[in-house]
């Protein structure tokens, strides 16, 4: 009974976060910042390396601008459910991280940047420590050739239950 609940919540949690998530982007006036770089690549057809904190991924989906995207994402129970999340964006997930199918992923990353997609990956793995660079975005943008762009997303008005959870 259990695993039936389980398939269910696992087809349903990402239509509700992806619900959630696009409600949450009519709620808000959005400004960017610093974009010029990143725009000019846009512009351009070059690609790039998006990076941002695990704690700053909740409405990442609006930051792109129509190009293919593959993200990494880990290969936990959590991580089926932001894969299947994005999914419904357009998004590919590339699924790994540094404790489990990391370097296929890498190599998986690498093919996706060869067929033109934009990559994106949260620096700071799934376990931490919080906001300290691991050598996986690095060593990806070693092999792609790619730079790395930091992105964030931040709210002036927000309520923050714990680390990492902002609502």
């Avoid at 000019?40 to 601008?65: C, D, S, T, Y």
């Amino acid at each position: 009974m259990q695993k039936q609940v389980d398939r269910i919540l696992v087809r349903l949690i990402p239509w509700l976060g992806y619900g959630v998530i696009r409600g949450l982007r009519w709620t808000m006036g959005i400004r960017t910042l610093n974009f010029e770089t990143a725009d000019a690549f846009w512009k351009e057809g070059r690609n790039f390396i998006v990076a941002f904190w695990h704690g700053r991924q909740l409405m990442m989906p609006f930051a792109n601008k129509g190009k293919k995207v593959s993200i990494l994402i880990s290969q936990h129970r959590d991580g089926e459910l932001i894969a299947r999340t994005v999914a419904r964006f357009g998004f590919h997930a590339v699924r790994g991280s540094t404790t489990r199918g990391g370097a296929a992923a890498l190599r998986r990353l690498v093919q996706r940047a060869r067929a033109g997609d934009l990559l994106v990956m949260t620096p700071d793995g799934p376990r931490g420590p919080r906001h300290v660079v691991q050598p996986g975005v690095v060593e990806l943008a070693k092999l792609t050739g790619l730079p790395i762009f930091p992105v964030t997303f931040s709210a002036s008005k927000k309520k923050s239950f714990s680390p990492g959870m902002v609502f």
